[in-house]
């Protein structure tokens, strides 16, 4: 799954008021857009000229805390912290999901509706932190590098999706079903990840957006070119049930924050950790359901005395991991083909290679009459998320050469 994390389009504001000579944006209240720019600005500052003959200079101001700053209380971040948690979430829901399958029966009863409502509630929390007025401003100014990211999306993941089941041999419900998360959208959490790595964060935020709001369109549109020669697909069908559970939450979100702000300003710290612990009962719940039946089929054929990770399931982890692993690469390496800059390939790479299962779980479960249609996207949200936060780590640890030669003018500072 990709739940709203860390970074939602709308975050805290800013712990300290910008210096006169420090380049930043302008000063109007801070939105997620424009304060993932300030997260992703280098933090290398060169002093300012010493002081020279004559009077000596006055002091340097104090730092300014702002108001909305000091009246933060300490849980928002603890908050964003229990949010980051998402990918120990999904894991130790997992090992319960093959330990104890019934723990998660009731949602899996409720099902497709319970699917459906869970991937609502995670698109209208995104919504409520989607400021669209920071949102038109990126595309303005970044088109080309967006433009190509999203078109990265949407043909790497695919293709892959597509070779990968060929040459592995699936079967055909768990071919469709990797398609079919080859086909989704980039997931919300690919934006912190690509903030732990150094990244650009911004476009990261942006290609995640637009690549949402047009899977309405291209999601069921790769699927039924590519998947179509295993089962019947209904484009129209997926198209309206993606406008329903994606599009809709997120604009409704989007009004509520405009017309509700002084809610909105409540709630959002809550959002990501709600859209968190939502995804990871729907990714687990698919997976408990799948378990069982894919456990009970291989015991039927009687496959003798082999692993059940050995067997089918070891395959389905092993295409899913494939397909990732490749939208990481292949996004990288087209990014770095295109020209653009490490810190532009990163974002590219990551927002490539982590998509958003949880459409591809709920489309498949409506959609499809194979149970085993849902697995690749409900495995995905554990293989994907490990892949993603130790890419993430190691990236962490190597500095952008493009982030090395920015600096930020200090008056009369030392270098920090």
Known sequence: MAPLLLLPLRLLPEATATPARLRASSPRPSSGLSYARRLAAPRQCRAGPGPGPGPAPPAPSPPVVTAAAAAAPWWHSALAAAAGLYPAYVTAGAAVAVARPEAFRWFVALAPGSYTFALGLIMLAMGLTLELREFLALLRERPLSILFGCAAQYTIMPAFGAIVSRVLGLSPALSVGLILLGCCPGGTASNVVTLVAKGDVPLSIVMTVCSTLGAVFLTPLLTKILAGAYVPVDAVKLSLSTLQVVVAPILLGSSIQSAFPSIVKFVTPFAPLLAV????????????????????????????????????????????????????????????????????????SIEVGMQNSSLGVVLAAAHFSSPLVALPPALSAVIMNIM?????????????????????????????
């Open 277 to 348: 612990l939502t995804s990871s009962l729907l990714a687990c719940s698919v997976f408990s359901e799948n378990f069982v039946r894919l456990r009970s089929t291989i015991a039927d054929a009687s496959y003798g005395n082999g692993s059940l990770f050995s067997g089918d399931m070891g395959v389905v982890m092993l295409s899913v991991f494939l397909l990732h692993f490749a939208g990481f690469i292949v996004g990288y390496m087209t990014a770095a083909i295109g020209g653009f800059k490490e810190r532009q390939r990163r974002a590219i």
């Open 388 to 416: 993603g936060s130790t890419l993430g780590l190691v990236w962490q640890y190597m500095t952008p050469p493009d982030l090395k030669t920015e600096t930020i003018d200090m008056p009369n500072g030392p270098d920090i």
